[in-house]
T-cell receptor, first 109, second 113 residues
Framework: TQLLEQSPQFLSIQEGENLTVYCNSSSVFSSLQWYRQEPGEGPVLLVTVVTGGEVKKLKRLTFQFGDARKDSSLHITAAQPGDTGLYLCAGVLNTPLVFGKGTRLSVIA | NAGVTQTPKFRVLKTGQSMTLLCAQDMNHEYMYWYRQDPGMGLRLIHYSVGEGTTAKGEVPDGYNVSRLKKQNFLLGLESAAPSQTSVYFC????????????FGQGTRLTVV
């Protein structure tokens, strides 16, 4: 059973387009994290959301934590080729840092 | 700033051989983790440690053993490698388990033939 479901699994868009990726669960999390992973590298933390309904912005990236703390979304405005990568959400339940399967984003110039 | 260092970066094993993957962190973190990453499966937790001398099983522990004899090191052992253990292995460390950043190494690509 996958605790964190991410969608879509793959996304290919043109430079300048907007996109949203989702992370959903049937469990309540005290916090959720978003990581970005580039080929040949380990994941790197983008943001941690803690409070239900919280919205955090990181330049062109907007992260939202659902009111019930069961889901989160990542919205990218005006995507750039440098945004290409694997986006992973992660949370802590009974074991440390469970990851979703990720959304692989490709931004074409 | 070394952060989390994994050795080796690449390895090819024959079925039945054994090996140890080494993870070292220089951030004085209490918590350390071993994950494996397979296509379409995301990162799955193998074992983790909440402090020196302690280890615990994660989601996929079978076929692996770990040791945390020193706070800065976390070793992952494969006693008898199987083709199903072909994967990319990531080590990570963190100050705590919740609401804190996990720092990852660059990974070890292991192929078992």
């Amino acid at each position: 059973t996958q605790l964190l479901e991410q969608s879509p699994q793959f996304l290919s868009i043109q430079e300048g387009e907007n996109l949203t990726v989702y992370c959903n669960s049937s469990s309540v999390f005290s916090s959720l994290q978003w990581y970005r992973q580039e080929p040949g590298e380990g994941p790197v933390l983008l943001v941690t959301v803690v409070t239900g309904g919280e919205v955090k912005k990181l330049k062109r990236l907007t992260f939202q934590f659902g009111d019930a703390r069961k889901d989160s979304s990542l919205h990218i405005t005006a995507a750039q080729p440098g945004d290409t990568g694997l986006y992973l959400c992660a949370g802590v339940l009974n074991t440390p840092l469970v990851f979703g399967k990720g959304t692989r984003l490709s931004v074409i110039a | 700033n070394a952060g989390v260092t994994q050795t080796p970066k690449f390895r090819v094993l024959k079925t039945g051989q054994s090996m140890t993957l080494l993870c070292a962190q220089d951030m004085n973190h209490e918590y350390m983790y071993w994950y494996r990453q397979d296509p379409g499966m995301g990162l799955r937790l193998i074992h983790y440690s909440v402090g020196e001398g302690t280890t615990a099983k994660g989601e996929v522990p079978d076929g692996y053993n770990v040791s945390r004899l020193k706070k800065q090191n976390f070793l992952l052992g494969l006693e008898s490698a199987a083709p199903s253990q072909t994967s990319v292995y990531f080590c990570a460390s963190s100050y705590a388990t919740t609401n804190t950043e996990a720092f990852f190494g660059q990974g070890t690509r292991l192929t078992v033939v």
